[in-house]
């Protein structure tokens, strides 16, 4: 069966950073379009950013300073995020979909979901 697996959250501080992994298994990683995905206390699941062949997209509160990138040879897919704020305090989620055109930035158009991890920013 489809699993993913997140690692890399933690507790760091304002100005910080840190690369949040995804490893995939039961897949054909190569044809899936990728995402990431944080809920924070209280509020709804909001899309963050999806890399879908060479092409990757991003949240307007995370462009220009989150990256996602994938290695297709390793299954995996990477969130590096810099300059970390308060307000990205969430539980950072991966997902996955067979490769489509549909919207990228909704959780519903995902198929697949890994347990998520916690990142903690103190200011």
């Known amino acids: 069966q489809v699993q993913l697996a997140e690692s890399g959250g933690g507790l760091v501080q304002a100005g910080g950073s840190l690369r949040l992994s995804c490893a995939a298994s039961?897949?054909?990683?190569?044809?899936?379009?990728m995402g990431w995905f944080r809920q924070a206390p209280g509020k709804e699941r909001e899309f963050v950013a999806a890399?879908?062949?060479?092409?990757?997209y991003y949240a307007d509160s995370v462009k220009g300073r989150f990256t996602i990138s994938r290695d297709n040879a390793k299954n995996t897919v990477y969130l590096q995020m810099n300059s970390l704020k308060p307000e990205d305090t969430a539980v950072y989620y991966c997902?996955?979909?067979?490769?489509?055109?549909?919207?990228?930035?909704?959780?519903?158009?995902?198929?697949?979901w890994g347990q998520g991890t916690q990142v903690t920013v103190s200011s």
């Open positions: 997902a996955a979909r067979p490769r489509t055109e549909r919207a990228y930035d909704l959780s519903n158009h995902y198929t697949y």
């Open positions: 039961g897949l054909t990683f190569s044809s899936y379009d």
């Open positions: 890399r879908r062949l060479i092409f990757t």
